[in-house]
DNA sequence: ACCCGAATGTTTGAGGCACTAACGTTTGCC
DNA sequence: GGCAAACGTTAGTGCCTCAAACATTCGGGT
């Protein structure tokens, strides 16, 4: 959105889910940015954090864990182990499962792109105060935490 | 995003990019199938919003308006005037220009999208009480403002 | 011991939004 | 008159999310 600024903005871009977008779009452009200057984007973070949190685990528990769709699995992975950042391993134990584990190069790309991260967090809350920053992620955890019950969670018999 | 949870989230859940995001997606998701529920999608809402608060204007003009990028206008308009919600009419004091209008059609539908959007409103902010919405809307103004004029308005010599 | 449902990994495809690059036409100004 | 700029258009990229179909494998119940 790289909008040359032409005259007044429309009255739509005052709606709370607009405002969202937008920011959301700034943060998002500024995240990506950050990691594709060490060749990764966002599936490669999640991954690689989640598995240094949780331990190896087969693709579909990661998936879940991350947040990451099934069908998204094999292309993210496949590009982490191309750059070997990640391996993926046959369970022996059950034979439909790849274990997929960290590496060390894969731990030491993981401290690079938190590091990026982290100066993108501060880039992006640059105009806001430590309390209005703290305010905002509250209040967005509360809409977050609202959204995921009413649609994440509903697996009925 | 349809994580059937399993466990704990992973720490990085909680960073404001990320917030910002899930947050974000809600919100598309919401306007988005409100929006697909009448057969358009978020670009025709901003393209017949902008046309009513503006009048009729060339693809350029209002792509600059709406903040959808030109190469994108050309299929927009297409999905408007197939839907007849939309004129486009060759200027006849500039042949490179298309004149783009509002129907009467148009006009309804802007009506319908924008019924369909405020509920999204109330849904979306529905956890939030009056001042923790209002207070939502200044903090996000107030980044979303900053990082446009640190990207959208550098056109230098 | 067997069967059937469930889970797993995979491929293919889609959609929305944003953006880049290239091209031909037309304008307007110098 | 010539040249830079604007306009519309096409084609292609990237990211993130999701759906549908498939073959393999596991596991629980009978």
Excluded at 96 to 121: D, H, M, P, V, Y
């Amino acid at each position: 959105m790289e909008n040359p600024s032409e005259e007044t903005p429309p009255r739509w871009e005052g709606l709370p889910s607009r405002l969202l977008g937008r920011t959301a779009d700034h943060a998002r452009r500024l995240v990506g940015e950050a990691f594709s200057s060490v060749g990764a984007r966002g599936y490669h973070y999640r991954l690689l954090a989640t598995l240094e949190e949780f331990g190896p685990a087969s693709q579909a528990a990661l998936g879940r864990r991350s947040g990451i769709h099934l069908s998204d699995m094999v292309a993210a992975i496949n590009e982490l182990t191309e750059r070997e950042l990640v391996e993926r391993a046959p369970d022996p134990s059950d034979r439909r499962r790849n274990i997929i584990s960290l590496t060390a190069s894969g731990r030491r790309q993981l401290r690079r792109l938190e590091k990026r991260l982290a100066e993108c967090q501060d880039q992006l809350l640059a105009p806001l105060s430590p309390e209005e920053r703290q305010r905002l992620v509250e209040l967005l955890s509360r809409l977050s935490d609202h959204h995921d019950r009413r649609t994440g969670t509903l697996i009925e018999p």
